[in-house]
């Protein structure tokens, strides 16, 4: 009996760990919700979808790079509604520019005093509808291409007995102009608001401002909490199919890719309409002339002095380690062409990651909304102890006459990129002169040495007393 019993527990225990595996393998297909992240479908084979369109269930969806589905959003010109399903009535949406700025507009809807998500960026639109940028928004950074910034969404405003002032985490504006919630105020040197500025709201001293605001592709994962799987009922199959982009676009691709973390729940029926309802037309009429694309334009002049400026370092740096030659730097044509790539790469993604096979010993990059000069670029990999290593590397080869380099300097659209890269070297004599002389040697003289005859040590005779006879 207590044999049947415990063959019973053994037979159940089988079953259980035999069930498991499939049950977690179904799991795997379709619908798949994460707590912390979102809504991602599995396909057949247990892999997600991901940077694409897929329709499920006669709706389409869109997939980020994360897998997660994306909703209350445009993408692609497609209003996705909170379920995540694309709401065909809206499917033209478009930026659009006259001499006021740029905006979004879908037939005769556009975004008025709202944020709004647009092909993975959020933007601010203000009340005339045009879209905000190079400003603050509830504290959060606007770039030049006006998508938010997501490094920089702490502002706010301080105070102390000296005055008033604006702060980003280490990020303070001082002895400039600043745009913050629609408007203007007036810093001074010191980053206190300038007195007959518009009132706003440092216990806290200033610290300076970075000097370059890069934009690079944020890493985190969408902070979104699933609810229950969208469960939209189906419609019929959309006539068209969202593959292409707006016709007209912002002058330059947004690089950040915002975190956000949507507060609606998937509805059992898509929404009608954009939470935004648009108010009234843009005070300009907008001028159906294109406006035309930013050109890219390479200034040959400062890619020559940088590294002009770049081979004297090299040469002072193998003299202040004592060595009679340096290992110049030489543009070639092949690292020219990479470097103009990577400078292309960084109007839409500053970072070091590249869709391109280019391989380098070394990387620098720089990037400012400004045209600046070869100096300025010069300068700030110089005052970086990371990019002044990349610059005087193997400046003091042995047995090598060259080191070959690609250098791009790019102004795009009022912004300008720079790239240098470096790799391989030419080995051989003839390196020229680093201009380093080396101390002369004074011998010191010596003296033959004299050797001094060892005196022979005296010895002493002690007499032995005689004993005494008894």
Not at 144 to 157: F, V
Not at 382 to 399: F, P, R, W
Request: hydrophobic fraction near 25%; charge should be positive.
């Amino acid at each position: 009996m207590r044999f049947a019993k415990l063959l019973a527990v053994v037979m159940t225990i089988g079953i259980i760990l035999s069930l498991a595996p499939s049950s977690v393998l179904a799991a795997r297909n379709g619908w798949q919700g994460d707590n912390s992240n979102g809504w991602r479908y599995y396909t057949s084979d247990k892999s997600y979808v991901t940077s694409s369109w897929k329709q499920i269930d006669g709706k389409w969806y869109y997939f980020n790079a994360s897998g997660y589905m994306e909703s209350n959003c445009y993408r692609d010109g497609c209003w996705l509604t909170s379920s995540g399903a694309w709401d065909t009535r809206f499917s033209h949406g478009t930026w659009k520019k006259n001499d006021k700025g740029w905006w979004y507009q879908d037939n005769n809807w556009y975004p008025v005093s709202t944020w709004l998500w647009i092909d993975g960026c959020r933007y601010y639109f203000d009340s005339k509808g045009y879209m905000e940028s190079n400003c603050y928004r509830d504290g959060c950074w606007l770039t030049a291409t006006g998508a938010w910034d997501t490094r920089y969404s702490h502002g706010t405003w301080k105070e102390n007995s000296q005055g008033k002032w604006y702060q980003d985490d280490g990020y303070f504006p001082k002895n400039c102009t600043l745009c913050i919630d629609g408007v203007e105020y007036k810093f001074n040197a010191a980053g206190y608001v300038v007195k007959g500025s518009p009132t706003a709201k440092p216990t806290v001293k200033p610290t300076p401002k970075p000097t370059v605001k890069p934009t690079p592709r944020p890493t985190a994962k969408p902070t979104y909490r699933p609810t229950n799987k969208p469960t939209a009922t189906p419609s019929k199959k959309p006539t068209v199919i969202p593959t292409k982009k707006s016709t007209a676009t912002p002058t330059r691709k947004p690089t950040a890719t915002p975190i956000r973390k949507p507060t609606v729940k998937p509805s059992m029926t898509p929404t009608k309409k954009p939470t935004a309802v648009p108010t009234k037309k843009p005070v300009s009429t907008p001028t159906e002339t294109p406006t035309p694309k930013p050109t890219y334009h390479f200034n040959t002049a400062k890619e020559k002095e940088v590294l002009r400026m770049i081979n004297k370092l090299r040469k002072e740096t193998a003299v202040e380690f004592e060595f009679s030659y340096y290992v110049p730097l030489e543009i070639t044509e092949e690292f020219t062409e990479a470097a103009h790539i990577r400078c292309k790469e960084l109007t839409n993604n500053f970072s070091h990651e590249t869709m391109s096979d280019i391989s380098a010993w070394a990387e620098n990059i720089y990037w400012a909304s400004w045209c600046c000069d070869a100096e300025t670029i010069y300068n700030k990999w110089y005052n970086s102890q990371g990019h002044h290593n990349n610059m005087i590397y193997c400046c003091c080869a042995s047995n090598s006459r060259k080191m070959y380099c690609g250098i791009g300097v790019l102004e795009y659209d009022g912004q300008t990129f720079a790239v240098f890269l470096s790799k391989g070297i030419e080995p051989g004599d003839g390196a020229p002169a680093s201009g380093y002389v080396a101390p002369p040697v004074t011998p010191t003289p010596t003296t033959k040495p004299t050797s001094t005859p060892t005196p022979k040590p005296k010895t002493s005779i002690t007499p032995t007393p005689k004993p005494k006879s008894k």
